[in-house]
C-alpha cells in the first residue's frame, strides 16, 4: 500500500485559527469544538486517503464540514 502523507496548507492553518476565534466570540467553546471536528477529518483523511477525490494532479482534499 501507498504511504500518504498529510500537508496542510500555512494559510489553512491561519483560516482554522481565525474561524476558531470567530466561533469562540459566538459562543463558548464552540470554537473548540469545530477544531475538535477538524482535527476528526484529517485524521480520517491520513486513515484512509483513498476515500477521497482526487482533486489536483494526486492530491486528495478533505472538506470541512
Do not use: H
Not at 16 to 44: C, H, M, P
Amino acid at each position: 500500500m501507498k504511504k500518504y502523507k498529510v500537508k496542510i496548507d500555512a494559510e489553512a492553518v491561519g483560516d482554522i485559527n481565525e474561524i476558531t476565534s470567530w466561533y469562540n466570540d459566538r459562543q463558548s467553546e464552540l470554537g473548540k469544538r469545530f477544531q475538535k471536528t477538524v482535527v476528526r477529518q484529517i485524521n480520517a483523511l491520513n486513515k484512509d486517503p483513498q476515500i477521497y477525490a482526487i482533486r489536483y494532479k494526486e492530491i486528495r482534499c478533505v472538506r470541512l464540514k
